[in-house]
Nanobody
Framework: QVQLVESGGGLVQAGGSLRLSCAAS????????MGWFRQAPGKEREFVGA????????TYTDSVKGRFTISRDNAKNTVYLQMNSLKPEDTAVYYC?????????????????WGQGTQVTVSS
C-alpha cells in the first residue's frame, strides 16, 4: 500500500509562487512515474505534469509550461511541484499520484495511488 500526502497549498496573489510537496510512505514510490493533477471547482480533474524515476524526464500540460517545475527526492520519497507566476486560473485542488504504467502517462486511469489533495487559491 502507498500513502501520499500533499502539503504546501494556500492562498497567494497572482504572480506569486508556491511549492507543493508530496510525501510518500508505505511501499516505495521508487521506480514509478509520479504525477500532479488538479481539479478546479465544477471542472474535471486534469493532468498538470509528471516526472519519471529516477527523475530524468518531465512533462507538463501546455498551460503550465515554463511556470511549473516538478522534481523528486527519491531518498526522501518526496515529489515537489514548484509553481511560479501563478494565475487565478491555477486555482484548484492539487493532487499527487503514483503511476501504474511505464513512461510518462497523462491519464487519470494510469495512476493507481492518490493523495488527498491540497488547495491552491490564486487571487487576482
Amino acid at each position: 500500500q502507498v500513502q501520499l500526502v500533499e502539503s504546501g497549498g494556500g492562498l497567494v496573489q497572482a504572480g506569486g509562487s508556491l511549492r507543493l510537496s508530496c510525501a510518500a510512505s508505505g511501499r516505495t514510490v521508487g521506480y514509478f512515474t509520479m504525477g500532479w493533477f488538479r481539479q478546479a471547482p465544477g471542472k474535471e480533474r486534469e493532468f498538470v505534469g509528471a516526472i519519471t524515476w529516477p527523475g530524468g524526464s518531465t512533462t507538463y500540460t501546455d498551460s503550465v509550461k515554463g511556470r511549473f517545475t516538478i522534481s523528486r527526492d527519491n531518498a526522501k520519497n518526496t515529489v515537489y511541484l514548484q509553481m511560479n507566476s501563478l494565475k487565478p486560473e491555477d486555482t484548484a485542488v492539487y493532487y499527487c499520484a503514483r503511476s501504474t504504467m511505464g513512461g510518462i502517462p497523462t491519464k487519470i486511469s494510469d495512476y493507481g495511488y492518490w493523495g488527498q489533495g491540497t488547495q491552491v487559491t490564486v487571487s487576482s
